[in-house]
């Protein structure tokens, strides 16, 4: 599945999930991306992680009731990575 | 064997979109919008504060903002304890625009209210404005509610 907006970073399970989950939102924590998906804390470190080095996923913090929250949001280029890489997958299946 | 691989290919391109289409629903789940009574209750709030602010009632004034403010923070933290924030495509400009807007209005209704008893003597102009205000607060919840709840039956991936 080569394709000029076939995005491999985005299209693992885990990661096209999570981008999935942010996309029509501004901010998730970190909690709420785990449950929904359903991988331990460890898992989805390692994917935002790789989210993050390609530039599609930042983070922010914020404290609340003294306790660290970690709230992720797509950026701009991951927006739109994201809305290509969709499009991509329709005109797969609508090739067909 | 073309056929098999592209077939391949075409059922992995759906079932990532079927997962994607059940990862956004689970997301503006989580997002919904401040609930009925919530909305009821703080569009009945600045109606009735509109109401006695254009009558010269002052009584209530300071207990009417305290319960504005503590409806105000209650939706703002149901937000964040919900774990998500809603994305907001107004740009910046419009933001500033709107709240210009509103609160301008805030004011020249309330004036407006005081002018129309004072100078007509028309007593009951300031509790008209009043209702107005509240319908006009409950049809901008019910249009939000359900511009929002229709996204899950639009949004087609």
Redesign the interface.
């Known amino acids: 599945?080569k394709n000029s907006n076939f995005d491999t970073t985005i299209?693992a399970?885990n990661r096209?999930?999570i981008c999935?989950?942010?996309?029509?939102?501004?901010?998730?924590?970190f909690?709420?991306i785990r449950d929904?998906?359903g991988v331990s804390d460890s898992v989805l470190s390692k994917h935002i992680k790789q989210l993050e080095d390609a530039g599609y996923v930042k983070q922010k913090k914020s404290k609340?009731n003294g306790r660290e929250r970690r709230?992720f949001y797509l950026t701009t280029d991951g927006r739109k990575a994201f809305e290509l890489h969709?499009e991509e997958?329709?005109r797969?299946?609508n090739?067909? | 064997m073309t056929n098999e691989k592209n077939h391949l290919k075409s059922k992995e391109a759906q079932d990532a979109l079927n997962s994607i289409k059940e990862m956004k629903y689970a997301g503006l789940r989580r997002a919904l919008p401040i609930p009925v009574w919530m909305g009821t209750f703080l569009a009945l709030l600045i109606g009735t504060q509109v109401a006695l602010l254009g009558a010269g009632i002052r009584t209530y004034n300071t207990l009417l903002i305290v319960l504005i403010c503590i409806m105000s923070i209650a939706i703002i933290n149901k937000n964040r304890l919900s774990g998500v924030t809603e994305r907001i495509t107004l740009s910046k400009k419009a933001i500033i625009i709107s709240l210009v807007c509103i609160i301008s209005s805030y004011f020249i209704l309330i004036i407006a209210g005081q002018y129309l008893k004072g100078t007509y003597d028309y007593n009951w102009a300031p509790y008209a404005i009043g209702v107005l205000v509240t319908l006009t607060g409950l049809s901008i919840m019910v249009s939000t509610r359900a511009s929002y709840f229709s996204k899950f039956g639009k949004d087609k991936i």
């Open positions: 599945m299209h399970p096209l999930q999935a989950l942010l996309s029509p939102l501004e901010e998730v924590e909690r709420v929904e998906i609340v709230w969709v997958l329709k797969i299946v090739n067909l």
